[in-house]
């Protein structure tokens, strides 16, 4: 982790699951009382839900092997989601057990695991009970956080000082896609602006999948945005995107090698450090 003490961590952890009495960490804003069972747009109440975690090696090789656990819950309903059933319905995970997590954490790091990779769904719907976990593990776990970066200022404070990389999977280039595909128009705004903050902070890699038909509307304005701005961040072109069943807005067909090449060769021309 960073630089914040358990007890920091800890504190954190408490105002966070304090905080569910009026939920505003991400960018919904429900503010809803989450403590008391009412559900907002990522219909978790106060519980933090794990459903999956294994030690993976087919992350970015900076990261590799990475202990991957996942949380339930969105808060974006990406049409190509491939964890669509943990969104759907995220109480159907069970509840996060934290003294089991805590001994995996470290059994995973026996085995070899470079760094310990949040995420979910999205981790911001999950962050109290993120935070608790923190408060809780060696301090010199290699902490990722692998968002959407679509959650608010209390949660870019909640996270300042514990995270050593950010994992930003940056979507989509402008409000219309961003409405359709993931159902948040101020999607672009809101995740920039993180990740502005977030280089300030950690080390910072932006994960662009590459989406069929996108390639104009989406990736090349994010690319040219990451160039401008936090030219400072790595990028990870990512050609592994699935199509829905049913794509209504989404493509329902895969990234070609053609596809990969020229967004390679628009990145090298605007100067990007791309990792793979
Ligand atoms: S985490 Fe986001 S989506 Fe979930 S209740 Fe809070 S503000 Fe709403």
Partial sequence: MNHA????CANR???AGESLRSCHLCARHCGVNRLAGDLGYCGLDGVSRCFRELLHEAEESCL?????VYFSGCNLRCEYCSVDEWIRDPQ???????SALIHTVAWRRTQ?????NLLGGEPTVSLAGILGLLSCIDPDTQVVWNSNMYYSDVTTEYLTGLVDVTLADLKCGNPRCAARLLDAPDYVEVARRNIVQAVQTSEVIIRCLLIPGHQACCLMPTLEWIAETVPQA???LRAD???PVQPIFASGAY???EDYRLAQTHAQRLGLTLIT
């Fill in 255 to 257: 990234a070609t090698q």
């Fill in 234 to 236: 790595r990028v990870s």
């Fill in 64 to 68: 590799n092997p990475s202990h991957q």
């Fill in 5 to 8: 003490s358990h007890t920091d």
């Fill in 13 to 15: 952890a408490d105002h």
């Fill in 241 to 243: 995107y699935v199509p």
């Fill in 92 to 98: 159907a995970a069970p509840p996060m057990d934290i």
């Fill in 112 to 116: 070899g695991a470079k760094t310990l």
